[in-house]
């Protein structure tokens, strides 16, 4: 059932967009991914930690497979904006490397060190690194971009950048109007302008393939989010599908682009046909 939005209580509105709280062993399945990323991190030492701006965190992490023309997937953290790191999510390179793919893994800064406004900025700087200098690193193919929760929501934006083939939003937000109104503007401080210019729901079309996933376990706010989005670029034919990843709440959803031969890396390949 949808929340209304304009009678619900500050409490309501806080836990329509509180994933933590939702998923009840959250903290176990974050400390298992980063607990398996550190090693697998480690043997890429080569191309680790590669700066595409000035501070610690503008800076990539890139997994070279075997061919260097092969597609590259573009992964980008979640953590509304304002938490996580790269380093952590390392293991999503693992079924993306085991079809043949390239991995390049973003890192960016996070609010309120920085807004939001700097953070689509270099967004948008690191995939003009990625184009000038990737060939140099052995990712030369095409990029599928794709991110996670806060990562979605940047992937939808990223994705108007002229090196980006194809992309896969994610559980992401794409209307910050709501999101202004939760406890996350502590952080964020959105701004009316930001909210114009950074939701995706609220700029052109971008008529690539993009596809919009989404777990069947999410909270019902990120799923309207999904669905919405999806039928705004449906409305102006761009092409791309909706997928519902059946029975995946927010964290449990990556599964599907982590393991080899998962349901969205299935569809990454598709987009490029």
């Not at 993009?210 to 670029?233: K, N, T």
Request: glycine residues 10%.
């Amino acid at each position: 059932m949808s929340l209304d939005w304009g009678s619900a209580t500050q409490r309501e509105r806080d836990s329509a967009y509180n994933n933590s709280e939702a998923v009840v062993d959250s903290p176990k399945l974050v400390e298992e991914r980063n607990t398996i990323s550190a090693p697998f991190r480690a043997t890429f030492s080569g191309t680790l930690n590669l700066a595409y701006g000035e501070s610690q965190r503008e800076q990539w992490d890139l997994y070279p497979g075997k061919d260097p023309q092969a597609p590259t997937l573009v992964f980008i953290h979640g953590g509304y904006w304002q938490r996580n790191r790269r380093e952590d999510f390392a293991i999503m390179a693992e079924g993306a490397l085991a079809m043949g793919w390239n991995v390049a893994i973003c890192g960016y800064s996070l609010c309120p060190e920085v807004t939001m406004t700097r953070i689509a900025y270099q967004i948008h700087e690191a995939l003009g690194w990625l184009s000038t200098h990737g060939a140099e690193y052995g990712l030369a193919g095409p990029i599928v971009l794709t991110g996670w929760s806060a990562g979605g929501h940047l992937t939808a934006l990223g994705a108007e950048h002229p090196a980006v083939t194809a992309a896969i939003a994610i559980s992401g937000i794409y209307e910050l109007g709501p999101v202004r109104d939760t406890y996350l503007n502590t952080a964020l401080k959105l701004t009316d302008e930001e909210i114009v210019e950074l939701s995706p729901m609220r700029r052109p079309v971008v008529q690539k393939p993009m596809a919009i996933v989404y777990g069947g376990a999410e909270l019902p706010e990120l799923c309207r989010q999904s669905r919405e989005f999806y039928a705004m670029r449906a409305d102006a034919q761009a092409p791309g599908p909706l997928l519902h990843i059946p029975g995946a709440n927010h964290f449990r959803v990556l599964e599907a682009l982590r393991q080899p031969g998962g349901a969205m890396l299935r569809l990454a390949a598709e987009l490029l046909l």
